[in-house]
Nanobody, 127 residues
Framework: QVHLMESGGDLVQPGGSLRLSCTAS????????IGWFRQAPGKEREAVSC????????YYPDSVNGRFFIFRDNVKNTVYLQMNSLKPEDTALYYC????????????????????WGQGTQVTVSS
């Protein structure tokens, strides 16, 4: 059974940093495109960082480019989201997701394209 779990969410002051972790049971994350998404109250779920399978390409929207970084630790079967220079508008519930993609190294940034989701971890940026 495929299971994803996020961790690392917290309350942090503006300008601070957090590292979120996405771990898996039931499959090897390295073989799947992975996306980090967030959803704030009253807003649609949006991609903040995506990575293709294996050492695939990465995607960052303009809102986080240069502040957020997605990377894999294949030994730990974990995908991380490093978030720096956090802003109050980064406050949201953050999810990781995995997609069945065969052998493609492409990233995917539309929530509907993903097959497996975690339960989310809350990030709150406030002074």
């Amino acid at each position: 059974q495929v299971h994803l779990m996020e961790s690392g969410g917290d309350l942090v002051q503006p300008g601070g940093s957090l590292r979120l972790s996405c771990t898996a049971s039931g499959f090897i994350l390295e073989n799947y495109p992975i996306g980090w998404f967030r959803q704030a109250p009253g807003k649609e779920r949006e991609a903040v960082s995506c990575i293709g399978r294996r050492n695939g390409k990465t995607y960052y929207p303009d809102s986080v480019n240069g502040r957020f970084f997605i990377f894999r630790d294949n030994v730990k079967n974990t995908v991380y989201l490093q978030m720096n220079s956090l802003k109050p508008e980064d406050t949201a519930l953050y999810y990781c997701a995995a997609k069945e993609s065969g052998f493609s190294s492409l990233y995917f940034y539309t929530p509907g394209e993903y097959d497996y989701w975690g339960q989310g971890t809350q990030v709150t940026v406030s002074s």
